[in-house]
């Protein structure tokens, strides 16, 4: 404790002073406190390691796509959260009428909205919804007859 101490004098200014009896073993070959304090530090990682909190990370490289085919309005809520968690949804309306696969279309379509993710109908009563880490392309009958024009005549 002594070796604290008069480091402590040493930093404020004040010498120890040191008689025959007194010699400060402490402060030149290191005493018991050095070696405490030592311990504490090689244990202090080993503390801030208990308090870490696995958190899991969503990969770049996962997608989840979800095919749904709601028979009631209430599972589109359902369906929002799964698009919030970046699954994509395909969206099979052909077990509502059409009052209500209208209403089913607008409330996801307004949450992929406000997520800014894409939508796209794929047929009559089918649709895909996906969040802003996946962007959908599609290739219209039109499209696929002038590219294939193209190519043949490229060869």
Do not use: C
Request: proline share 3%.
């Amino acid at each position: 404790m002594s070796g604290i101490v008069n480091k402590l004098k040493q930093w404020v200014g004040i010498e120890p002073e040191i008689g025959e009896n007194d010699f400060d073993y402490d402060g030149i070959f290191g005493g018991a406190e050095q070696f405490e304090e030592e311990e504490e530090l090689q244990e202090a990682p080993k503390k801030r390691k208990s308090n870490l909190k696995v958190v899991a990370h969503q990969s770049s490289y996962q997608f989840e796509v979800m095919v749904t085919e709601p028979k009631t309005f209430e599972e589109s809520l359902d369906i929002v959260n799964n698009l919030r968690d970046r699954k994509s949804i395909i969206l099979n309306l052909h077990l509502l009428d059409a009052e209500q696969s209208q209403r089913v279309v607008d409330f996801i379509s307004g949450a992929t909205h406000a997520v800014d993710g894409h939508q796209q109908r794929i047929g009559e009563g089918v649709f895909i919804f996906t969040p802003r880490n996946v962007s959908i392309s599609a290739e219209t009958e039109k499209a696929k007859v002038l590219k294939e024009a193209l190519w043949n005549q490229a060869r």
